[in-house]
């Protein structure tokens, strides 16, 4: 055993990953996906030509933050769910020029990161992070209490979320936020199942090797003998739940051990890794009532298929 090139393994994960192979529906929570590597390979998949939801978000913050700045007004504070690593961050704060931005992150470590990277952008903008998990209401820094919040939660991840957790997650910002503040969220439209399974399955396999890095993580990570080889990415759409599923599918009987259990799978059964919700018009409203938002505003890309929307407390 090479104890010093194993990191320490996060007992959470050991936990999901041995629960999610145990159940007879076997699934692994997506958030385990984002090690360094995931991370990086998802920032290869917001690349390819077939991924249209990173451009698509991009471009609509690109034309719209004016009106957003404008119905917010000055001086508001941007709240941002996720630490911001993205350049989706600097054009909503370009626009809006708002009196201080607090990033909300649950790991420490991305949190420095993003805000150092901020901060040398605008070096004069008061940056308050906060390390916490926004799935529950949480205390906003004393020096923001007084202004207008501006949540921000780009790139549809929301529709990670099942519709009961999206719902417990906006009112949680609702809680967070205060009644009266404001939402900008992005939210993925429902389409054809042609492009839907393209950009979930892009030809270069980057998408799959994202997917398949979970079972590099569970070896690494958790002492794991899984037969890597013996597994393919699989996107499939769920048109009862309509969203797009991750698997991965075993292509042969396989016997693997993680952190000392031993499991079975038989070819054709899969690991369910990822959801990703799509919402018509009708159903993102819904969803941000639901929650204890009123939309007041939605832009769309062309063709409508994407959406963000602007909602208030
Ligand atoms: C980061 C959740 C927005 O669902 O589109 C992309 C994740 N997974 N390709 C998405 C993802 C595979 C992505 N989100």
Known sequence: MDVLRRPPADPAFRADVLAGLTAPIRAIPARWLYDRRGSELFEAITQLPE?????????????????????????????????????????LLRATSPAAYVPVDI????????????????????????????????????????????????????????????????RAMRQTLGVGSFLLIAMDRVKSVETLLAAYDDSQGVTAEFNLNLLHRINRELDGSIPVGAFRHRAVWNDGFSRIEMHLEALRDVRFEVDGCAFEMRAGETIHTENS?????????????????????????????????????
Do not use: C
């Open 51 to 91: 991924y249209y939801p990173t451009r698509a978000d991009t471009a609509l913050l690109e034309q719209h933050a004016a009106a957003v700045a404008e119905i917010v007004g000055t001086g508001d504070v941007v709240v941002e769910f996720g630490s911001g690593s993205s350049t989706k961050t600097p054009i």
């Open 107 to 170: 790991s420490g470590d991305f949190l420095r990161e993003s805000s150092a990277a901020l901060q040398s952008i605008f070096p004069d903008l008061p940056l308050y992070p906060v390390e916490a998990d926004f799935m529950r209401p949480f205390q906003l820094p004393d020096a923001v209490a007084q202004k207008t919040k501006l949540g921000f939660f780009p790139g549809s991840t929301i529709g990670n979320m099942v519709p009961g957790t999206a719902v417990d997650l906006l």
């Open 277 to 313: 919700h799509k919402y018509g018009r009708r159903d993102a409203r819904l969803l941000l009532t639901a929650g204890g938002w009123t939309v007041t505003n939605e832009w769309t890309a062309e063709g409508d298929s994407f959406a963000i929307l602007l909602a208030r407390a």
